[in-house]
């Protein structure tokens, strides 16, 4: 089993920053590939951003590149998200996801086995 807990979401103006975390416990964190996933009220959970086992790729949703970023402390078993240009439509409760696997990224949510509890995002225009 792998646990998994978010933090760091609020409440920020358009154009504000917001740094995610989420942190693991229970297996080998390093032996996971990690995604970031958000769902709106009313809509369908959404890919954000993914990140392999070693850091060593990712692979960003169109509508977050080049104002997202994602990484991960294998030593601190934890993987961020870093939120800069933030705009009204990326309000949304955001989950972080692992799966086990070593190599690659996947923006499937049915791939992830384990899943957080979700932080709220809220970005006021």
Do not use: H
């Amino acid at each position: 089993q792998v646990q998994l807990v978010e933090s760091g979401g609020g409440l920020v103006q358009a154009g504000g920053s917001l740094r995610l975390s989420c942190a693991a416990s229970g297996r080998t964190f390093s032996n996971y590939v990690m995604g970031w996933f958000r769902q709106a009220p009313g809509k369908e959970r959404e890919f954000v951003t993914a990140i392999s086992n070693s850091g060593g790729s990712t692979y960003y949703a169109d509508s977050v590149k080049g104002r997202f970023t994602i990484s991960r402390d294998n030593a601190k078993n934890t993987v961020y998200l870093q939120m800069n240009s933030l705009k009204p439509e990326d309000k949304a409760v955001y989950y972080c996801a692992a799966d086990f696997f070593i190599g690659g990224v996947f923006s499937d949510w049915r791939v992830y086995d384990y899943w957080g509890q979700g932080t709220q995002v809220t970005v006021s225009s």
